[in-house]
């Protein structure tokens, strides 16, 4: 059985509520679906998110890799042989991960299609509900104290707290948060690469000096500041989280190397799909790290697969998977659904996705 076309479909939707944090404001899901369809007409999706100031990926971007490169390299081969595939996505092109992780998820939703089996028992796993933090994007104490009391009331217990806008009120957002939702709702932060060393060990002792409890910071300083991380690391009791630190295994090696964070948030469309998240990991495990697994702004396609993958392995904590749940509407249908904290996988081949709304893309190939 062989990859008989390769599609892209071109994806924009709109969010609920704006989408805030230290390195951009949005209020799209920009995004860009690979479509993958064997010789007995199957198809197979993964997905591209554009997130310049994270990844650098573009939409055009991602869609030209594919077309001139992945999807070449593709065609008319043996859809059965995923592994093979896999590591010839890998091998066809520099970077570019995000495309590269779009093909990889959807070689893998392929397979689970063809076998008739959800994405998660393909990946070795049998659960089909995933818990999920809600991020609370960034904005003033008292915007976030009211954000955080309606997620509490729709049943999230994990929330991510944007910080790093402003280093000097980022103490009284986490109190305001904390005194909105009581002592039984966990609290994560976030800053987004916005802190330098200093403002993140200072507002991290005030924090843990307040007695706040906060579960964990995510990303304090910029991610090519290794030294600056192992520095905040060294200096703060709680758990220091890398996420824009850590795209491949290299950068995780470096990381464990340095002792500069406790946990690792894996992303697909950082590190190039599943094969090399489940690598990362296994990595992190292994060297006593913690981990979770994240998603971009991305559809249900993506945050699908990475709540499979989540679903398969485990994570040491909640995992943040509700870029999805940000969504107006689906501009899919079928794949993940949320009920309060959970993400429900659906119990159905693939990820589920029965088809991408023509009417909310531009389709290609």
Known sequence: M??????????????????????????????????????????????????????GASIAGAEACVRELLGPALAGRDADDLQARCAEVRRAVAGNESAKAAVDVALHDLAARRLGVPLVRLLGGTA????????LAAGDAVDLAAAAKQRRA????????????DARGDLDRV?????AVGPDVRIRLDANQGWTPREAVRVIRGIEDAGLDVELVEQPVHRRDLDGLAWVSDRVDLPILADESVFDLRDLVEVIRRRA?????????????????????????AHGMGTIVGSMMESQVGVGAAASLVAAYGTSAVSDLDAAW????????????????????????????????????????
């Open 326 to 365: 940000w969504l107006a509407w689906s501009p899919v249908t079928g794949g993940i659904r949320y009920d309060g904290s959970t993400v429900l996988l659906p119990d159905a081949p693939g990820l589920g996705i029965a088809n991408v709304s023509e009417v909310k893309v531009q389709r290609h190939g």
């Open 175 to 179: 109190r305001a948060v904390r005194a």
């Open 128 to 135: 089909l509900r995933v818990p999920t933090d809600v991020t």
């Open 261 to 285: 964070a406790d946990m690792v948030n894996v992303k697909l469309a950082k590190s190039g799909g599943l094969h090399t998240a489940r690598t990362l990991l296994d990595l992190a495990t």
């Open 154 to 165: 729709e049943g999230f217990t994990v929330l991510k707290l944007k910080v790093g806008t």
């Open 2 to 55: 062989t990859i008989a076309a390769v599609r892209t479909h071109r994806l924009s939707a709109p969010l609920h509520t704006p989408f805030v944090t230290a390195l951009r404001r949005t209020t799209t899901v920009d995004t860009l679906v690979v479509e993958l369809v064997d010789s007995d007409g199957r198809s197979g999706f993964g997905e591209a998110p554009q997130v310049w100031q994270v990844t």
